[in-house]
Each structure stands twice: as structure tokens, then as C-alpha cells.
């Protein structure tokens, strides 16, 4: 048996009895009439939709019912009076993940379920992981071409992309999250990815409450938005910067920091984005702060910078070994926190 709830959507509950019995040595089983509100809470596993779509008013309530199944992210067994071509795609349409006869054996029906749940719980790290990345490509690319041509910064649309990233973390590791990103052809937006996932796993690590959780992960994602306006010559230069070149790649925290001081973006994420290159001895730029004059947003945004850049992948060079990657890190005593540069290995060790 499953750990977790199966819902039983229904229009004949007098005549599901059978059926929520079968379901039932799955997993604890939930039966609800097709009207009434879907109850999320807790999550459930899955669910199977035993309800006639042909009468307008059940497609109608079940039309909701699946949008918030959807959302639920579970797999859902449809039993269809009809079978028909049309039958079977209006209800893979809905959302359903699996069609069949509503004339099935019940306990044909709980076999079925369970192997959708197993299926499901095997493949949702790595769904996870791919909306996180779609969801956070989709908004930095909004971002940089905004802030080529001046449109105004959505923090709205930042924020919607948060959580998937988060949950994508959480729930499929940062490993995974790692080997995705990498395959962007997109450097900066590469970097961009990879700061956020690396921040997302620090913030579950030191145990942020979900707001801050939020907020590092946004100045994570936004950190880098002022090199939308350096000439991509410099940014995808293989090798190093000549001087003059540096000194236009360093501009690249202020023009970030203008764009978004007028978008209603918070101090703390502000201050990331024109900080993250200071350092503890005041050896950073762009201001060249130093010591207690650093917040510890910064302090932290700097060390999953720092880590991102050196184990990105590029044409031209390989990923940098985890343990390497470390190694240089904590060689940065006095421009780094030794304190967080430890607990952030203890992150990038635990469950990567």
C-alpha cells in the first residue's frame, strides 16, 4: 500500500462502492462527488474521474476539477462511458494521463493507479527540473531584451518563477539541476541558471523561511541583468579579458542595479545585484566595499556567484570538479566569510 490518498471523482457514488474498495488497498482513498470543491489538502497522489463528460454540466465542474489536478501535478485516470477517438482526446485535453472504459474490472483499475503513481513519483524530478529551467529561461529572456531596449523590469513575472526553480532543487537536486543548465547555449543566461539552482540549495540548507527563500533566489536570478548591455564580443570572449575589456565587464553591477532601482525591487535584492563582486578586503569593485560594510545577502550571493562561474561549462573548457571548485574557495580567506564558504560546501556536498 501507498503511502498517500487517491481521489475518487464521481457522479454515482451510491454505485462506486466496489470501485474505492480496490483503490482503497492502493492507498487511503477519497470519494467526492464530481460538483462539489476538489479538496487538495493534503496533496494527493493521484486520482481516477468516474463521471459521464458527456452531460454538459459534469464537463463543466470537471473542466475545474482538473485545472486544479494540474496544478496538484498527479496523474489521473479517466474512466470514459465512451470511447471513441474524440472521447479519449477531449479528456487527455482536461488533463487526464490515462484513459479507460468505464466498464473496466476495479481492480484492473487500482493496478493501473498504482503503477501511475509509481511512474509518476520515478519521473516528477525530472519534470521538476525541467519547468524550473523553462520557467527561469522564459524570464531572463523577457529581461535582457527588456533591458536592451529600456522596457520597464516585471518583477511580477521574477517572482512567478521562484518557486519552480525552488521546488526544482528540492525535489530533483541540484545535480540534476546542474546537468540541465549546462546544456544552455546561452553563457550569461547559463550563469544566470546556475547562480539561482546553487543559491535555491544554500537557502534550503541554512533553512530559510520561504520568504527569504524567495528573495536570495531572486537576487540570484537578477544578479547578473546589467550584462544585457555589454557587447557579447566581451561576454562570450573565450579566455581572458584584456584590460580594457574588464573595465567595460565591470560596469555591468551598476547598469543592473539602475535598471532595477526604479522596479520597485527590494534593498537586499538591490544590493546583491550592485555588490556581488565586493569583497571582504575591499579588493571588489564596483564600490570597493569592505568588512561590516557588506551585508550578508551580498556575502552569500557572492560565494554561489564565485562557485557558478568557476564550474560552468563553455566550449571551450570542461565543468570545474566540485571539490576543486571548494578548494579555491576557501583559498580566499579574507575576501570570503570562512564561515559561510564551510557551510556552503556542507550544501554543495549534502544530497547535490
Known amino acids: ?39 487538495l489538502k493534503p496533496v494527493p497522489i493521484g486520482a481516477v ?23 496538484a501535478d498527479v ?25 479507460l472504459s468505464a466498464l473496466t474490472n476495479p481492480a484492473m483499475v487500482a493496478r493501473t493507479m498504482m503503477t501511475q503513481v ?25 529581461l535582457f531584451d527588456g533591458a536592451r531596449s529600456n ?8 517572482d512567478a518563477s521562484l518557486e519552480p526553480i525552488i521546488a526544482a532543487v528540492r525535489e530533483g537536486g541540484l545535480t540534476r539541476w546542474l546537468d540541465r543548465v549546462w546544456t544552455h547555449d546561452d553563457a550569461t543566461y547559463q550563469h544566470c541558471l546556475l547562480v539561482a539552482g546553487v543559491a535555491a540549495k544554500f537557502s534550503l540548507h ?41 573595465a567595460i565587464m565591470r560596469t555591468h553591477p551598476v547598469i543592473g542595479y539602475e535598471k532595477l532601482k526604479d522596479s520597485g525591487c527590494d534593498a537586499l535584492t538591490l544590493g546583491a545585484v550592485r555588490h556581488h563582486h565586493e569583497m571582504l578586503d575591499g579588493s571588489g569593485y564596483p564600490d570597493r566595499l569592505s ?39 576557501s583559498d580566499m580567506k579574507g575576501r570570503l566569510e570562512d564561515r559561510l564558504v564551510q557551510s556552503f560546501g556542507e550544501a554543495m556536498g549534502n544530497g547535490s
Open 206 to 246: 541554512l533553512g530559510f523561511s520561504a520568504s527569504d527563500r524567495h528573495h536570495f533566489v531572486r537576487a540570484a536570478l537578477l544578479h547578473d541583468l546589467g550584462k544585457a548591455r555589454i557587447p557579447l564580443e566581451i561576454l562570450n570572449k573565450p579566455g581572458r579579458l584584456d584590460d580594457a575589456e574588464m
Open 118 to 142: 509509481i511512474q509518476d513519483r520515478a519521473e516528477k524530478p525530472a519534470r521538476s527540473i525541467e519547468r524550473g529551467v523553462a520557467r527561469a529561461t522564459e524570464v531572463l529572456t523577457r
Open 151 to 158: 522596457d520597464p523590469v516585471s518583477l511580477t513575472r521574477v
Open 49 to 71: 474521474s468516474d463521471v459521464t463528460l458527456d452531460r454538459r454540466d459534469a464537463a463543466s465542474a470537471m473542466r475545474r476539477a482538473f485545472a486544479r489536478l494540474r496544478i
Open 291 to 329: 568588512g561590516d560594510s557588506i551585508g550578508d545577502t551580498v556575502r552569500l550571493m557572492t560565494i554561489c556567484d564565485i562557485y557558478s562561474a568557476l564550474t560552468e561549462k563553455r566550449a571551450y573548457k570542461p565543468a570545474m570538479p566540485n571539490a576543486v571548485a571548494m578548494a579555491i574557495l
Open 1 to 39: 500500500m501507498l503511502d498517500g490518498t487517491v481521489i475518487l471523482i464521481t457522479d454515482r457514488p451510491d454505485s462506486s462502492e466496489l470501485l474505492r474498495h480496490e483503490l482503497s488497498l492502493v492507498a487511503d482513498c477519497k470519494v467526492m462527488r464530481f460538483d462539489a470543491a476538489i479538496d
Open 75 to 99: 496523474p489521473v485516470i479517466c474512466l470514459l462511458r465512451n470511447m471513441s477517438e474524440i472521447g479519449m482526446r477531449n479528456a487527455r485535453n482536461l488533463g487526464a494521463t490515462c484513459c
